[in-house]
């Protein structure tokens, strides 16, 4: 299954850690958010945390591949991160009814997922 939210609004973070907070609403929460953070640790490793409007949804590491395409996002989640957010394995979200927010999305999305940190972008 393919859970589909339209973006509401975006919020980004490129000071101590680079961040995409996507707010949408869903079923569960009329101002839901999936924040994506990128995280590093001392020794240079760095983590994909996701995190579902507050900290009890949550989980790192869980994202097998980020792709968009025309105006549209899509995570494929592993199992656990798909548990973890209470969310379906594919999640995609739109932005036709927020097309200026899209670039922004993107732009963030190639910081957070440069190669140098994570290997699993794909356009």
Do not use: W
Not at 60 to 86: K, M, P
């Amino acid at each position: 299954m393919v859970a589909r939210f339209e973006v509401d609004e975006l919020f980004i973070e490129n000071g101590d850690y680079l961040a995409l907070s996507i707010g949408f609403t869903s079923d569960d929460d009329p101002l839901d958010v999936l924040h994506l953070v990128l995280d590093s640790t001392n020794n240079s490793e760095y983590s994909l945390h996701l995190e579902r409007t507050d900290q009890s949804a949550s989980c790192l590491n869980q994202v097998r591949q980020i792709t968009f395409g025309d105006t549209q996002v899509a995570l494929y989640l592993t199992d656990v991160g798909a548990e973890s957010l209470n969310l379906e394995r594919l999640v995609e979200f739109s932005f036709e009814k927020q097309p200026d927010l899209y670039p922004i999305a993107i732009a963030q999305l190639r910081l957070i997922t440069c190669p140098a940190h994570v290997r699993f972008f794909k356009e």
